[in-house]
């Protein structure tokens, strides 16, 4: 038995498709070398990543539409499941002298109606200083700058980590060989991804960016939207050094989410 939403979606896709071959009079060779290049992605090991760039930012913006709670934003290729569960305090997982500046990522998670929820899980992931994943890209070892950790009694958390920088996709594959015949560039904008869950609320997805930073306006992903920018504070001060006890300055980023209920 056929699934009507699956039946009107793909029948109209296909229709849509059709009509654009259509009005560009595309050949049967240009047919194949599109087909080609969702193909060679994949065997590339790029997986999702043609599809993130180009279209998941829309369908993350339709979904948002309908949301009550904070805004989502798109997961990217880049998520693996099973990041380790961190012990208080909350330190991301990562290399002896790992590069890059300390940051402190914190803020506060509550429901729709501004209640403060305990015990919120928060699954965080994001690159290193060279702009590379774990458990993605080679020499870096699994689970570094990826943890799971907690909000406490009132709805707060915190957790210690290093400032990512923007970076460059994957530029020699298929995704980057089509973004080159468009004329654009590689580049994402600093981000911390992070995905939140308690089993009496959707589980949702964001990506915060960094107020001020480089690509916020033309992000090779189209994905950064007035509500994920948060404003990175730079400390410096004797004070504030002396309470984090650290030795140099450091970063903070704030932003609180509220969560839809189930």
């Not at 330190?91 to 919120?120: C, H, W």
């Not at 994943?133 to 009694?153: C, E, K, M, V």
């Not at 911390?192 to 992903?221: C, W």
């Not at 001060?237 to 300055?249: F, K, Y």
Request: glycine letters at 6%; aromatic letters at 12%.
């Amino acid at each position: 038995m056929s699934n009507e939403r699956i039946k009107t979606v793909v029948e109209d896709l296909v229709q849509v498709l059709q009509d654009f071959m259509h009005k560009h009079e595309i050949s049967h060779d240009e047919y194949r070398v599109a087909t080609d290049v969702i193909i060679d992605s994949i065997k590339a090991g790029e997986e999702s990543l043609f599809f993130d760039v180009f279209f998941e930012a829309e369908a993350t913006d339709i979904s948002n539409k309908a949301r009550k709670g904070s805004p989502e934003a798109i997961e990217g290729p880049f998520y693996c499941v099973g990041a380790p569960l961190l012990s208080l305090p909350y330190v991301m997982p990562q290399r002896i002298n790992e590069r890059g500046d300390v940051l402190y990522f914190r803020g506060r998670i509550s429901d729709t109606d501004g209640k403060p929820l305990p015990a919120v899980e928060l699954d965080l992931w994001h690159a290193d200083a060279d702009g590379l994943y774990s458990n993605i890209h080679p020499d870096i070892p699994d689970w570094n700058l990826r943890g799971r950790f907690q909000t406490d009694a009132d709805g707060y958390y915190e957790v210690k980590t290093i400032l990512p920088p923007p970076y460059e996709i994957p530029k020699n594959g298929p995704t980057g060989k089509v973004l080159s015949a468009l004329g654009r560039h590689f580049f994402r904008p600093a981000h911390l991804h992070v995905k939140i869950r308690h089993p009496k609320y959707s589980e949702m997805t964001s990506q915060l960016y960094f107020e001020g930073g480089e690509y916020l306006d033309n992000d090779v992903a189209n994905a950064v939207r007035d509500g994920l920018i948060a404003r990175l504070v730079y400390r410096n001060s004797s004070a504030d050094l002396v309470t984090r006890e650290l030795s140099l300055p450091f970063y903070e980023l704030c932003y609180d989410f509220k969560l839809t209920p189930l």
